[in-house]
């Protein structure tokens, strides 16, 4: 089954349905399923959807139930009140408040930056996920001497346009939609020296690149 940009509802929450699913594009399930999920695509997990099964995706964002194991090529993403019974691999793994998470996570490097260190990343602030077609430079910001991560560190991006974010209170940023090419990043805080770098995007996919910010 072939999907488009936008997110399908595939299955009511009141169906259920047993067996394999496999797909392309972008998903939502909001009801019971059990089987196996695979997909060259991002699946979103309702907040009523209970999914008994492993899961094999691009992209997955978990608002619902997952008893099984997740497997995501770029990211996942879970959400209050989501919970996970299982294991995740993923290049980024960000868990809000009130998420239950009973498993592991293993964060294998992400392709294009080397020496980015992968991350479990616990937010409280995070607002929603990356768009179905996801390529983006994502990090976490981080005070050197302390270790902690820097809330409100303004990221600037320039390259086949220009774009900017700031990090949160888990020091995380995310620049989505970008296209090919080589991108040159800055980062500033208050009380801290600016840090640049740069990033080369060779095609869809997640780029990381961290920030160790030095004391003024």
């Not at 089987?35 to 999914?51: C, D, P, R, S, Y």
């Not at 990043?185 to 600016?194: D, H, N, P, W």
Request: proline content about 3%.
């Amino acid at each position: 089954m072939k999907g488009s940009d936008r997110a399908v509802t595939f299955l009511g929450k009141d169906i259920l349905l047993e067996g394999k699913l496999r797909f392309e594009g972008a998903m939502r399930i909001d009801g019971h399923f059990r089987g196996e999920i695979h997909a060259k695509g991002n699946l979103t997990v309702g907040e009523q959807a209970l999914i008994e099964g492993d899961i094999y995706v691009s992209y997955a964002s978990v608002l619902g139930e997952i008893r099984g194991n997740i497997m995501a090529e770029q990211r996942v993403d879970l959400h209050a009140p989501g919970k996970v019974f299982g294991n995740i691999q993923s290049p980024t793994v960000v868990i809000d408040e009130g998420v239950i998470f009973e498993g592991s996570a293993r964060m294998y490097q992400a392709k294009g930056v080397a020496g980015g260190n992968t991350a479990l990343i616990g937010s409280d602030e995070y607002q929603g996920g990356p768009p179905p077609n996801l390529t983006a430079i994502y990090g976490v910001a981080r005070d050197e001497s302390t270790g902690k991560p820097v809330k409100g560190v303004k990221i600037v991006c320039k390259g086949d346009g220009k774009t900017k974010t700031e990090t949160n209170a888990s020091g995380y940023y995310e620049l989505i939609n970008l296209k090919e090419g080589t991108w040159k990043l800055r980062a500033e805080a208050q009380g801290y020296r600016k840090e640049k770098s740069e990033v080369v995007i060779t095609g869809m996919g997640t780029y990381e690149q961290n920030y160790d910010l030095k004391p003024k």
